[in-house]
């Protein structure tokens, strides 16, 4: 026979599991959210849910508008401001896909080879 000590046990071990599963399931996978550091010099990248996005490259401001497949991103046309940095080297502005690696986002060219990663903020 369930006692009401065993009931609220049961009941409060299934409220951890439920809240856990949802952390999860939180779309920390996906592409969509905030990626880089906001400081002068440093790639930085944010993803809309509809597969706009906006950032930096280090030097010049970026947005445009992609696609969100899963764990990953294709970027599609943007426009982006053309300022000379010195130091600064703007490889954001080759990224042609991303794809998400645990708290990372990893960025590819074209032909697939890896340019960078941006961790999630």
Known sequence: ???????????????VLAALS??????????????GVVKAGQPSLTVESNGSWHGNDGCNAMKGDGKISGQEFTFGPFAST????????????LAVT???DGDSLV??????SK???????
């Open 98 to 100: 991303a794809k998400v």
């Open 82 to 93: 053309l300022v000379a940095c010195e130091g600064v080297t703007p490889w954001l502005n």
């Open 22 to 35: 949802g952390c999860a399931a939180s779309g920390s996978s996906s592409p969509a959210g905030d990626w």
């Open 115 to 121: 340019i960078g990663t941006l961790s999630r903020r």
């Open 107 to 112: 960025v590819f060219r074209g032909d697939g």
């Open 1 to 15: 026979m369930l006692t009401h000590r065993t009931l609220r046990s049961a009941l409060a071990a299934a409220v």
